[in-house]
Structure formats: structure tokens, C-alpha cells
């Protein structure tokens, strides 16, 4: 079956591919959104659309999805099961896939007490490695989680997952990938990368398991702004790790955002010579005007136009 989606056309083609992130806003208004994609557009193959991130309220990440293709752009979906229960989740995939929604990313979701309604439940009525196999058996042998058949096949849907290379237990990290890939995930997206020597022992765990040949993994990077940015992750985004000395060169530059880009162009051009990376995922969190620079510093742009 050919690929669905420019993404996987990118990254079956042995390109190596670049993915944007852009956060849906607080409102339902989507001018400053649309702004940011344009600029970003030529400079990623397709665009993470986060689903209510950090548990706080944002516009819905199909509704700006719908609006990425209007723009003729291309969404990856971001899809948590903290907010939707199995009936939800499987009506919300159908709905995105009608109006042209090709990739998706199947993610647990940060706990609801983190966001601006600490008060509501997490619903989880499936967990994220069974979103996987759900959204795997609604492609390929066209059922429902209860068993139910589809009316009509889905088109071809490109599935996608996270991984976190330095949460402990490090043993673990690559058994949990190796789960998610069994389940049905076709692509990964990394947590951000600052730990570059532990990324690397994670890679090489993952080619002595031969995942490296079943998934394409997508190294996460994140363009720091400042000291204070640096710490507070450091200090309270889970398995989140981020060297002293990373923190210390962003202290000490003269121009600190200058430095950040620089140490993201850094680690992109690393992860390019590691063996089984396929592309990088750069989350600029409310910076996207710094990915173009970032992708043409990498030596990542023009990026590849490939035809039907």
C-alpha cells in the first residue's frame, strides 16, 4: 500500500524528515496559529497539532488540523486519551480522517491536576499503547475496539508515538518502545534531546533490539530561550533531562537566544550521524520563528518535494 501522507513519503523515502510543533491557542481565535504555520511552511514536512497540552483548554487539535489543510499544510494529530473515552476517541479519529487527516500521534496526556482544571477527571479508559492498536485495527482490519465492523475501510493513516529515552528505570526505555511498535506506532517523537550521550546509549540499545529498522524515531528539540526557561524545565517537566553545563552556556552567553539556536543546530547536526534517527521533531514552544533558521543551519533546507 503506497504512503497516506507526505510525512511518511519523507521518511519511507530515507529522507530525513523535519516536524514543527504549534500549540493551539487559549481562544477560538486562530490568526496568530496561521501565522506561525506560514512562516514554518518549506521548512517542515508536517505539523504537530498539540491536544490540549499540559491539560489546560485550548482550540481542539482537529479543529486546527481542518484548518492546516484549508491552508494546504499537513497536521499530524495529536490524540490523549485522558479526555476522551473509547467511544470518543474512535469518533474523533473518523471525524479528522473525513476531511483529510493522514498522520496521528497516540498520546497518554499530562494529568488534568497540571492544567486549569485540576478539578476534572482523567478519563483513561484506555491507555496510550491501546490507542495504538485501536487506531492499527480500524486501519487494517476495519473493527472497533468492541468488535463492530466500519461501514467502509479507512484510508491509509500513518500512526504515531512518543518516546522518553531518559526516564527511569533506563532499562525500561526501550522495552516500552518496543511495546508501542508492537502496537501498532510507525513513527516516534522523542522527548527534547539535551543529554546527547544518553541518547546515544538509548540508540544503541534500540539498534541491538532491531527497532530501529521497524519504526522511524525522530529525535524532540527544543530551542532554549533563557537561564530561567532551562530551569524550569530542568526542575519540573518529568524526564526531562537537561546537562548543568547546557544551562551554564545559556547563562553565560552574551546573546542568550542566540545560543539556544545554536545549541539546537548542534544537536540536530549530531542526531543526522546517529544510526537509526530519522528525523527531527524541533518544538519551539511559542518561538516558531526561529525554526526556519534552525532547519537552514542544519543544512536541512531546501526540504525534499516529492510527487505522487
Excluded at 483513561?124 to 473493527?143: C, E, F, P, T, Y
Excluded at 527497532?211 to 518529568?238: E, F, H, T
Excluded at 524526564?239 to 552567553?253: D, F, H, S, V
Aim: net charge positive; with cysteine.
Amino acid at each position: 500500500m503506497k504512503p497516506a501522507s507526505k510525512l511518511e513519503k519523507i521518511l519511507s523515502s530515507g529522507h530525513f524528515a523535519v516536524t514543527g510543533e504549534l500549540s493551539p491557542p487559549k481562544s477560538a481565535d486562530l490568526e496568530m496559529l496561521k501565522r506561525h504555520a506560514e512562516a514554518m511552511r518549506n521548512y517542515v514536512d508536517s505539523y504537530n497539532i498539540t491536544d490540549n497540552q499540559t491539560a489546560i483548554v485550548r482550540t481542539s487539535s482537529i479543529g486546527v488540523a481542518a484548518t492546516l489543510i484549508r491552508m494546504g499544510l499537513e497536521p499530524n494529530v495529536q490524540v490523549t486519551v485522558r479526555d476522551r473515552n473509547r467511544i470518543g476517541l474512535q469518533s474523533d479519529l473518523l471525524g479528522a480522517v473525513s476531511f483529510g487527516c493522514r498522520n496521528f500521534l497516540c498520546l497518554q496526556g499530562d494529568h488534568a491536576k497540571f492544567g486549569n482544571e485540576p478539578q476534572s477527571k482523567n478519563v483513561n479508559d484506555i491507555d496510550s499503547v491501546q490507542l495504538l492498536q485501536a487506531v492499527k485495527n480500524m486501519r487494517d482490519k476495519g473493527v472497533f475496539i468492541g468488535g463492530g465492523k466500519l461501514e467502509q475501510p479507512l484510508p491509509r493513516i500513518f500512526i504515531g508515538a512518543v518516546a522518553n529515552p531518559f526516564a527511569d528505570p533506563f532499562a525500561y526505555r526501550s522495552l516500552r518502545l518496543a511495546k508501542k511498535i508492537a502496537a501498532g506506532a510507525q513513527f516516534i517523537q522523542t522527548q527534547s534531546i539535551f543529554d546527547l550521550d544518553r541518547f546515544e546509549k538509548w540508540m544503541e540499545k534500540v539498534r541491538e533490539m532491531g527497532l530501529d529498522k521497524k519504526v522511524y524515531i525522530m529525535g524532540g528539540i527544543i530551542p532554549l530561550k533563557s537561564p530561567g526557561a532551562c530551569r524550569y524545565m530542568q526542575n519540573n517537566v518529568p524526564g526531562m533531562l537537561i546537562p548543568e553545563e547546557i544551562y551554564t552556556r545559556i547563562k553565560e552567553a552574551q546573546d542568550k537566544k542566540k545560543e539556544g539556536i545554536r545549541i539546537a543546530v548542534e544537536t540536530i547536526l549530531r542526531l543526522r550521524e546517529i544510526a537509526g534517527v530519522a528525523g527531527v521533531h524541533i518544538m519551539a514552544i511559542g518561538w516558531e520563528e526561529v525554526i526556519p533558521e534552525i532547519v537552514e543551519r542544519s543544512g536541512l533546507y531546501p526540504r525534499p518535494s516529492l510527487e505522487e
